[in-house]
C-alpha cells in the first residue's frame, strides 16, 4: 500500500475555508476510492472514479463535496467552506481494474477544522 | 447506520497465543468480507478475505470463519506475534460492488511479549 500516496498527511483549515486533497495512484492503477473516517467509527466509503469519470458517488455529502480524477495528475477530493464536523481521516485506495479486485489504501490525509 | 459491528475495542493476548477478533454484520445482501490491519499513521492493509460460499479460508497463521446464518464472522490469530499489534478492520460489501465495503470500527490488538 507504499505505493498510493496522499498528501497533504495533515491539514489544518479554518471554518469556510476549502480543503484540498490529493491521491496518486499506484502505477497501472486507473481506479481510485475515498473515503473517510470519523473518529471513533470505521471507514466510509465516499466515492468511485476512473479517470475521467465519476462511477459511484452515493457516499458523498451532496453539498461542498467533489471529486475528480483527471486524465492527467492525482483525484482530488475538495471541500469547500469546511465545517468542524468534516474533521476527519481521509483514505484513498486504487486498485488496477474495478470490481473483483484488491484495493491498496495509501496513508490517508487527516483534515482538522479549527 | 451501522451495518458491521466489532463490539470489542480492545483485546489484548499473550505473544504465542491465539487471537479471536469478532465482527457481525446485519446487511444480509453482504456477500464479501475482509479484514484489514492498520498500524498507526498508515493505511489500512488487506490481511484476508472470505467469499459467502465459503465457511473458512485460511492464510498462513490467519484464519477467517464465516457464519452466514448468524451473520457473524471472525478471525483468528496464531500464534500472535508482536508485530500483529495493530487497528484490525472488518468489512464488507456486495460482491457485485465489492469496492463499496462497509467497514466496523476496529479492534485494536495488542500482543504482550
Known amino acids: 500500500n507504499a505505493g498510493v500516496m496522499q498528501n497533504p498527511r495533515h491539514l489544518v483549515r479554518r471554518r469556510g475555508q476549502e480543503a484540498r486533497l490529493r491521491c496518486s495512484p499506484m502505477k497501472g492503477h486507473s481506479h481510485v476510492y475515498w473515503y473517510r473516517q470519523l473518529p471513533e467509527e470505521g471507514l466510509k466509503f465516499m466515492v468511485y472514479l476512473q479517470k475521467e469519470n465519476i462511477i459511484d458517488e452515493s457516499g458523498m455529502p451532496k453539498e461542498r463535496f467533489s471529486a475528480e480524477f483527471p486524465k492527467e495528475g492525482p483525484s482530488i477530493l475538495r471541500i469547500q467552506q469546511v465545517v468542524r464536523g468534516d474533521s476527519a481521516a481521509y483514505f484513498c485506495?486504487?486498485?488496477?481494474?474495478?470490481?473483483?479486485?484488491?484495493?491498496?489504501f495509501g496513508q490517508g490525509t487527516r483534515l482538522t477544522v479549527v | 447506520d451501522q451495518q458491521v459491528k466489532q463490539n470489542s475495542p480492545s483485546l489484548s493476548v499473550q505473544e504465542g497465543r491465539i487471537s479471536i477478533l469478532n465482527c457481525d454484520y446485519t446487511n444480509s445482501m453482504f456477500d464479501y468480507f475482509l479484514w484489514y490491519k492498520k498500524y498507526p499513521a498508515e493505511g489500512p492493509t488487506f490481511l484476508i478475505s472470505?467469499?459467502?460460499?465459503?465457511d473458512k479460508n485460511e492464510d498462513g497463521r490467519f484464519t477467517v470463519f464465516l457464519n452466514k446464518s448468524a451473520k457473524h464472522l471472525s478471525l483468528h490469530i496464531v500464534p500472535s506475534q508482536p508485530g500483529d499489534s495493530a487497528v484490525y478492520f472488518c468489512?464488507?460489501?456486495?460482491?457485485?460492488?465489492?469496492?463499496?465495503?462497509?467497514f466496523g470500527a476496529g479492534t485494536t490488538v495488542t500482543v504482550r511479549a
Open positions: 472470505i467469499s459467502s460460499i465459503k
Open positions: 468489512a464488507a460489501s456486495e460482491l457485485s460492488n465489492d469496492y463499496k465495503l462497509s
Open positions: 485506495a486504487s486498485s488496477m481494474t474495478g470490481v473483483g479486485t484488491e484495493a491498496f
